[in-house]
């Protein structure tokens, strides 16, 4: 068997996308766009991967450093058929074949791949192209073939006449040729066409002068191909691969009760029989156990979600544990380094931040937790909040196992609560509490009796 290396493209900027960032950084669902097109190629186990870089080539090498891949600086950027080019150096003395992708297609395959590579072998070509239909082709190199599967040309949208742009076949930007040629073929490149660049797909024309018949491999899965130029592209390719994740979610156990509104990142897991209500974002390095309810407006991102957990509407979870049977929210803010035991209930227009919550206890209502370490089976009232910063430090605040905070009581930290203690409402704790105490901290109620008509206006008066 024939021996593969793969290039990339990835030196432009992306004009048409009018961003600051380089293109192939641009995320989709949670991954830049060259992650996927990576994964696909690496997956084929080529012997060489080059990453042509260019723009913003620092930014792309720190995302993607890794020892299997080499990157090559294209500098300036003079077209696709230059960006090739500058890889002819990591290729001398290498005599097998070269497969030539752009890293803005990120919904292509391995399958697709390998099936394109089969094609190649099974025909022995030396020059194949990915080729497939689009309904509206705008934008894409139009493929020209005079008989079944050969090419006589590419023709770029800027380049086409009104006859070529009404041709629907179009160029995926996937090729394999053989490495000889490839880099025999580059030296002859021109850019004189609208765009003056050296574009790569005229290496179909230089194949035909050099009695080199380019085959095209033809795919009907047009979605798998489809590259990103424009915001408008992003969004497509977003839903397109949504959709793919929802599928095998779907496929994995869980029940979506509206797929088309659930925005799941690439690599979020759901275990079986956990329902995600309409309207839920779950991003990052996100796991949600088995049986889970999750509810509509929910956003959750790099957190842990155990088994039978309830997360009710309008909550956000981001960077946190959450262990099996505990209940969050509605309206729940928990916040980076939190952690919730088992059986724990947190309730509405409660914020937790770098918190531990021990098995069973429970905030029920308008609560603020920071900072702060809360034992097992611990009852926070309603209103608690931890007063954890002091304008310039944070400080922590410690609540034993089986204490009873009363609703309105303020810790001011750094404080800690002995196991067993009760809280009274309304207390100010500014010192620590022994275990199995009653705290008290408010000032005593007094009583002045009101002379007649001191008090409420009467209904007569309200007038
Ligand atoms: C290219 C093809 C077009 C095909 C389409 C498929 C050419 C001339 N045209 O057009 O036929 O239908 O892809 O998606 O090849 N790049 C570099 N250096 C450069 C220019 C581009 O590395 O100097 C990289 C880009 O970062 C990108 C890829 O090459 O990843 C493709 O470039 P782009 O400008 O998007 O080409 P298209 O106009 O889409
Ligand atoms: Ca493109």
């Not at 070509?125 to 934008?139: A, D, H």
């Not at 937790?369 to 944070?394: F, Q, R």
Request: overall charge neutral.
């Amino acid at each position: 068997m024939e021996q593969y290396s793969a290039v990339i493209l990835a030196a432009g900027k992306g004009t048409r996308m009018k961003s600051n960032q380089c293109k192939v950084l641009h995320s989709v669902t949670g991954r830049p766009m060259l992650a996927y097109v990576l994964d696909a190629v690496r997956n084929l186990q080529p012997k060489k991967i080059c990453l042509v870089v260019g723009h913003q080539a620092q930014d792309v090498v720190r995302r993607f450093d890794s020892p299997d891949l080499n990157f090559v600086i294209q500098e300036p950027q003079l077209g696709t058929g230059h960006a090739v080019k500058q890889c002819s150096s990591l290729f001398k003395g290498f005599s097998g074949h070269v497969l030539i992708m752009c890293g803005d297609t990120p919904l292509v395959t391995s399958e697709i791949l390998s099936a394109f590579k089969g094609f190649h072998e099974s025909r022995s070509s030396k020059l194949t192209v990915l080729t497939t239909r689009l309904k509206n082709p705008y934008g894409y190199g139009r493929v020209e073939a005079d008989r079944n599967e050969i090419i006589t040309r590419i023709v770029e949208e800027s380049d086409a006449d009104r006859s070529q742009k009404l041709i629907q076949e179009v160029n995926t930007g996937i090729y394999l040729v053989q490495s000889r040629l490839l880099f025999e073929l580059l030296e002859n490149l021109k850019s004189d066409n609208a765009q003056k660049e050296y574009y790569l797909t005229d290496l179909i024309s230089e194949a035909q002068l050099a009695n080199v018949r380019p085959l095209a491999f033809h795919t009907d899965q047009d979605s798998v191909v489809v590259g990103v130029n424009s915001r408008n592209d992003l969004a497509k390719v977003n839903s397109l691969m949504w959709n793919r994740i929802r599928t095998q979610l779907m496929a994995d156990g869980a029940t979506l009760l509206d797929p088309a509104t659930f925005y799941p990142d690439c690599g979020v897991t759901i275990g079986s029989d956990t329902i995600i209500c309409p309207n839920v974002m779950i991003t990052g390095l996100s796991s949600i156990g088995e049986e889970c309810y999750i509810e509509p407006g929910c956003v959750i991102n790099d957190s842990t979600i155990g088994n039978r957990v309830r997360i009710f509407s309008g909550s956000k979870l981001d960077n946190v544990e959450v262990d099996s049977d505990a209940s969050i929210g509605p309206m729940a803010h928990l916040r980076p380094e939190t952690k919730i035991g088992c059986r724990v209930r947190i309730g509405n227009f409660v914020e937790i931040k770098k918190t531990e919550v021990g098995v069973g206890s429970k905030a029920s209502h308008l609560t603020y937790l920071g900072d702060s370490k809360i034992g097992e089976h611990v009852n926070i009232g309603c209103g608690t909040i931890t007063c954890n910063y002091d304008g310039k430090t944070k400080h922590t605040t410690i609540i034993e196992d089986r204490c009873f905070v009363g609703s309105d009581v303020q810790f001011v930290a750094p404080v800690r609560v002995g196991s067993g203690s009760v809280i009274g409402a309304g207390s100010t704790i500014t010192r620590d509490v022994p275990e199995n105490s009653l705290a008290v901290a408010r000032s005593k109620q007094k009583i002045f009796p009101l002379r007649f008509g001191q008090g409420m206006a009467t209904k007569n008066e309200d007038r």
